[in-house]
Nanobody
Framework: QVQLVESGGGLVQTGGSLSLSCTAS????????MGWFRQAPGKEREFVAA????????YYDDSVKGRFTISKNIGQNTVLLQMNSLKPEDTAVYYC??????????????????????????WGQGTQVTVSS
């Protein structure tokens, strides 16, 4: 059984930093991507960033490029999201997600597939990030 456990959320002032961590267990996948989504009250869940299983390739939404960094070490099932220069609009519940890319042959070539929540197979319970103005 796949389980994703997030940690690291909290309250920070505008311009501050937070680091989120997500550890996956029970994956048993040879090719996968780990990602982060976020959902603010009254809004749809939106893509933030993702990283391949090897850690070699990363993807970001334009809204976080240059401020957030996603990372993962090969052989480890933990993904980190370093968030700097946080803004009030970053306030949301952040969810870790994993997709089995062997089931999605176009995942790496179509950004709309990478950014779609329905493209991901497993989800964590979420961690709250609040940025005060």
């Amino acid at each position: 059984q796949v389980q994703l456990v997030e940690s690291g959320g909290g309250l920070v002032q505008t311009g501050g930093s937070l680091s989120l961590s997500c550890t996956a267990s029970g994956l048993g996948l040879s090719s996968y991507v780990m990602g982060w989504f976020r959902q603010a009250p009254g809004k749809e869940r939106e893509f933030v960033a993702a990283v391949t299983w090897s850690g070699a390739t990363t993807y970001y939404d334009d809204s976080v490029k240059g401020r957030f960094t996603i990372s993962k070490n090969i052989g480890q099932n933990t993904v980190l999201l370093q968030m700097n220069s946080l803004k009030p609009e970053d306030t949301a519940v952040y969810y870790c997600a994993v997709t089995d890319t062997q089931r999605r042959p176009f995942f790496y070539v179509q950004s709309r597939i990478r950014a779609a929540a329905q493209s991901y197979d497993y989800w964590g319970q979420g961690t709250q990030v609040t940025v005060s103005s």
